[in-house]
């Protein structure tokens, strides 16, 4: 039912820092940005292979200051079968919604209190269009 891990989100208290340190160090500049309005929170960093980096600044969390990976996202083709079979187990998992990137999304956790959010991409998922965009968020 899980394809492979979509991307990990993690928290930065520098986003430029850390923007330029993956950028220019490591090669890899952002796929889309977060904003709200005008400003910005977060990017998103392409991999390849259907692989990213969510990147979102520290002060967007309420996590204790020592946490700086937030969730582990894992993608599924049939996210409304996932969530069927998740709840015949008698784990609790959010309802589906559409994201501000343009993905279906649901939420659970394992046994540990770990956060997992569940992707199924569309056709209008910015994962998969320009580099550059920007993901205007409202929460």
Same mark, same amino acid.
Request: negative net charge; contains cysteine.
């Given at each position: 039912m899980?394809?492979?891990?979509?991307?990990?989100?993690? #928290?930065?208290?520098?986003?430029?820092?850390?923007?330029?340190?993956?950028?220019?160090?490591?090669?890899?500049?952002?796929? #889309?940005?977060?904003?709200?309005?005008? &400003? *910005?929170?977060?990017?998103?960093?392409? #991999?390849?292979?259907?692989? #990213?980096?969510?990147?979102?600044? !520290?002060?967007?969390?309420?996590?204790?200051?020592?946490?700086?990976?937030?969730?582990?996202?894992?993608?599924?083709?049939?996210?409304?079968?996932?969530?069927a079979?998740?709840?015949?187990?008698?784990v609790?998992?959010?309802? !589906?919604?559409?994201?501000?990137?343009?993905?279906?999304?649901?939420?659970?956790? &394992?046994?540990?209190?770990? *956060?997992?959010?569940?992707?199924?991409?569309?056709?209008?998922?910015?994962?998969?269009?320009?580099?550059?965009?920007?993901?205007?968020?409202?929460?």
């Open positions: 899980i394809k492979q891990v979509a991307h990990t989100c993690i #928290f930065a208290r520098d986003l430029d820092a850390v923007e330029a340190f993956y950028r220019d160090v490591l090669g890899v500049p952002p796929k #889309f940005v977060f904003q709200r309005g005008d &400003d *910005k929170i977060g990017f998103y960093l392409d #991999f390849g292979g259907r692989t #990213f980096v969510e990147v979102f600044r !520290k002060g967007e969390s309420r996590f204790a200051e020592t946490d700086q990976i937030n969730h582990i996202c894992l993608e599924t083709e049939d996210l409304d079968a996932l969530i079979h998740v709840r015949s187990k008698g609790t998992i959010t309802d !589906k919604k559409l994201g501000a990137d343009g993905t279906w999304q649901a939420w659970t956790a &394992d046994p540990s209190g770990v *956060k997992l959010e569940i992707f199924q991409y569309t056709p209008d998922s910015m994962q998969f269009g320009p580099d550059g965009a920007v993901c205007q968020v409202d929460w």
